[in-house]
T-cell receptor, first 117, second 119 residues
Framework: DTEVTQTPKHLVMGMTNKKSLKCEQH?????MYWYKQKAKKPPELMFV???????INESVPSRFSPECPNSSLLNLHLHALQPEDSALYLC????????????????FGAGTRLSVL | AQTVTQSQPEMSVQEAETVTLSCTYD???????LFWYKQPPSRQMILVIR??????QNATENRFSVNFQKAAKSFSLKISDSQLGDAAMYFC????????????????FGRGTQLTVWP
């Protein structure tokens, strides 16, 4: 089973709303990732968690707040977003190899399509 | 920083024919991994094939194979016997084999090649 499950599939929110995106995997992976993808563009890395600790924050605005409550679950809390934040948000996970997370394949979820009005 | 270049924004192929997608990359590292991911309209990024830089043999997965030229920093994907289900955006990606600060876990993507398959 190489499944990464993201919910919801679609989300529409106003600029004053607070919402959360959820990502779950049961492959025993200890590295999890959030990406943002605009139409016809490659994914852009936002955050990396390794062993439930934030390892990389790509200077993402504070209106995006990640959380990794356990080894299977990754959340992205959204607050006071802007219309330009509308995008596909992808979650991925991978094993952590002997030399850190770089050795292994990242498995992606189907994403959450976010629209900010 | 590593860069990945896909020079073909769009490609098309007739069903059952063969198509090759190009990818070049720039790095000073000697140990790394290269990937081709496929993203169909369903949006999910699916791994097509992986190549480890220290392996000279080109990776193959059924109808998919790569031509890895390390000295030329080239990593092309060949799809044989193309099928309608192969239609998707294809991304070439690079990943360092060494865990080092801000490169930890990072995939460097090309801009993608949109593949259309005609019946």
């Amino acid at each position: 089973d190489t499944e990464v499950t993201q919910t919801p599939k679609h989300l529409v929110m106003g600029m004053t709303n607070k919402k959360s995106l959820k990502c779950e995997q049961h492959m025993g992976h200890r590295a999890m990732y959030w990406y943002k993808q605009k139409a016809k563009k490659p994914p852009e890395l936002m955050f990396v968690y390794s062993y439930e600790k934030l390892s990389i924050n790509e200077s993402v605005p504070s209106r995006f707040s990640p959380e990794c409550p356990n080894s299977s679950l990754l959340n992205l809390h959204l607050h006071a977003l802007q219309p330009e934040d509308s995008a596909l948000y992808l979650c991925a996970s991978s094993q952590v190899g002997a030399r850190g997370v770089t050795k292994n394949i990242q498995y992606f979820g189907a994403g959450t399509r976010l629209s900010v009005l | 920083a590593q860069t990945v270049t896909q020079s073909q924004p769009e490609m098309s192929v007739q069903e059952a024919e063969t198509v090759t997608l190009s990818c070049t990359y720039d790095t000073s590292e000697s140990d790394y991994y290269l990937f081709w991911y496929k993203q169909p309209p369903s949006r999910q990024m699916i791994l097509v094939i992986r190549q480890e830089a220290y392996k000279q043999q080109n990776a193959t997965e059924n109808r998919f194979s790569v031509n890895f030229q390390k000295a030329a920093k080239s990593f092309s994907l060949k799809i044989s016997d193309s099928q309608l289900g192969d239609a998707a955006m294809y991304f070439c990606a690079y990943r360092s084999a060494v865990a080092r600060g801000s490169t930890l876990g990072r995939l460097y993507f090309g801009r993608g090649t949109q593949l259309t398959v005609w019946p």
